[in-house]
């Protein structure tokens, strides 16, 4: 596999969570979302589909932490090197995010393509929608 390979629009089927031995869907068991990468650049935005609409379009205090929590999204500049035997080594320096506990960090990825199915899964990391230290396991379709 090559970085070429991963440049496209990639649609989530699941994100789970685990933090202890405990697995977690943070944005429950079919998440909505993409991830788009060029050649230097990701961009990902996941939302958790049962989140509640807001009442009018100025979210009161309880809505906006809600939101928060209903979502993750955040793009920077990537990097690729292969790394057996898990694959490709994607790190990731995000310049910018939902919650700025993830700006400014690394984000680190190992990446296997099989089809049009993408796999990421990544050391101990924050996860924004928890604050948790968990391993992040991500799968995608391709999208375009």
């Known amino acids: 596999m090559t970085g070429d390979q991963l440049v496209g629009t990639w649609k989530v089927v699941t994100l789970k969570t685990t933090s202890g031995?405990?697995?977690?869907?943070?944005?429950?068991?079919?998440?909505e979302?993409?991830?788009?990468?060029?050649?230097t650049r990701l961009w990902l935005l996941f939302v958790d589909p049962a989140r509640k609409a807001p009442a009018t379009p100025?979210?009161?205090d309880a809505e906006?932490?809600?939101?928060m929590k209903a979502h993750v999204g955040w793009t920077g500049?990537?990097?690729?090197?292969?790394?057996?035997p898990e694959g490709l080594k994607l790190t990731a320096r995000v310049d910018t995010a939902s919650s700025h506990a993830i700006t400014g960090n690394d984000r680190v990825y190992f990446v296997r393509?099989?089809?049009?199915?993408?796999?990421m899964k990544s050391p101990d990391t924050i996860v924004p929608m928890?604050?948790?230290?968990?391993?992040v396991e991500i799968e995608l379709m391709k999208a375009d």
């Open 21 to 31: 031995g405990k697995v977690t869907y943070p944005l429950g068991g079919r998440p």
């Open 33 to 39: 979302g993409f991830v788009s990468m060029t050649p």
């Open 58 to 60: 100025r979210l009161t």
């Open 64 to 67: 906006a932490v809600a939101a």
């Open 77 to 84: 500049k990537y990097t690729i090197e292969d790394h057996p």
């Open 113 to 119: 393509l099989d089809g049009d199915r993408l796999t």
């Open 130 to 135: 928890t604050g948790l230290s968990s391993v």
